[in-house]
């Protein structure tokens, strides 16, 4: 894979080394999609929450359905704009655990809350070997593209906000290479966060 290991180095928030459970901010480098090739695994999205006050209760209240929402609308954006790499999707990831029942964690099970930080910080156990080893049989590759939180509120304006953390997990180095919040507004959630998947690829390289 065209990726080199030092971009990790690269990509790093000035010493960030510590988990810490707060979202990151806007990130010091954009999106290395451009640089991505091969097989990389797309996780599902495991947490979200909804600030009761927006009146979006009743379209989100299928939390499931919601969730697998969300992670089709991330793999489309990435399978249109980041067509050299082969995303491999949470269905996928599904599919692999459910195949070795017993030895691998299956992914809507994985505490990947804890991806909400910063690059550079180290990914702990038994997340990183769940990842590591899931990853390796449905994907074959190094890296994971998580999103690690969603929540949707209110902005100062009173508009409706998605914000989605995205991680981009080294497994094999046990770091999060890259993180970023997206954020977006919209009259409805999906307009949200659709408005937030964008900021992924408008803030890629050029």
């Not at 180095?9 to 990151?24: H, Q």
């Amino acid at each position: 894979m065209r990726y080199p290991i030092l971009l990790l180095g690269l990509l790093a928030t000035a010493g960030c080394t510590k988990t810490e459970m707060r979202a990151p901010p806007a990130p010091v480098a954009p999106f290395p999609g451009d640089l991505l090739t091969g097989r990389i695994a797309v996780y599902p999205l495991n947490n979200m929450s909804v600030d009761s006050t927006l009146g979006w209760n009743e379209a989100l209240a299928d939390r499931a359905q919601v969730r697998g929402r969300v992670d089709s609308m991330l793999v489309a954006v990435l399978n249109d704009r980041f067509s050299q790499v082969l995303w491999v999707t949470p269905a996928a990831l599904r599919l692999a655990a459910a195949q070795a029942p017993g030895r691998l964690t299956e992914p809507d099970r994985m505490p990947t809350l804890l991806l909400q930080t910063h690059a550079l910080t180290t990914i702990a156990d038994p997340l990183a070997s769940q990842m590591r080893e899931l990853t390796a049989v449905a994907a074959g590759g190094r890296f994971a593209l998580v999103p690690a939180n969603l929540w949707f509120a209110r902005d100062r304006q009173g508009r409706g906000t998605a914000n989605l953390v995205v991680a981009l997990a080294d497994i094999r180095l046990r770091a999060v290479g890259w993180s970023a919040t997206l954020s977006g507004a919209g009259d409805t959630p999906w307009e949200a966060l659709d408005a937030a998947l964008r900021k992924l690829t408008a803030m890629e390289r050029r």
